[in-house]
């Protein structure tokens, strides 16, 4: 079993910044991508930024030039820095991990969210 624990969230006033993280623990082959989503009241989740094991990223086009994603590969470990903050940006922040097990077997596995509440 894997488990991803988040941290991070909070209340912060438009404009500013915080910074979200997610640790992977567990029988961990090998993470092969990493993500945050989000969901606010009434909407559907959505994709925020992902990282793939290669580096590669994506970010939805409401945070790019906001938001940064990062990972540590050594700690299992992925980041989410947002910067300029905007009240639209208010969610529940949920980790999301592509993990091959050492089992080899993979799977999809999420973390519990975290709260992002962006005052105006």
């Known amino acids: 079993q894997v488990q991803l624990v988040e941290s991070g969230g909070g209340l912060v006033q438009t404009g500013g910044s915080l910074r979200l993280s997610c640790a992977a623990s567990g029988t961990i082959f090998r993470i092969n991508a990493m993500g945050w989503y989000r969901q606010a009241p009434g909407k559907q989740r959505e994709l925020v930024a992902s990282?793939?094991?290669?580096?590669?990223?994506f970010y939805a086009d409401s945070v790019k030039g906001r938001f940064t994603i990062s990972r540590d590969n050594a700690k299992n470990t992925v980041s989410l820095q947002m910067n300029s903050l905007k009240p639209e940006d208010t969610a529940v922040y949920y980790c999301?991990?592509?993990?091959?097990?050492?089992?080899?077997?993979?799977?999809?596995?999420w973390g519990q969210g975290t709260q992002v509440t962006v005052s105006s």
């Open positions: 999301n991990g592509d993990i091959t097990e050492t089992s080899f077997r993979v799977r999809d596995y």
């Open positions: 990282i793939r094991s290669s580096g590669t990223t």
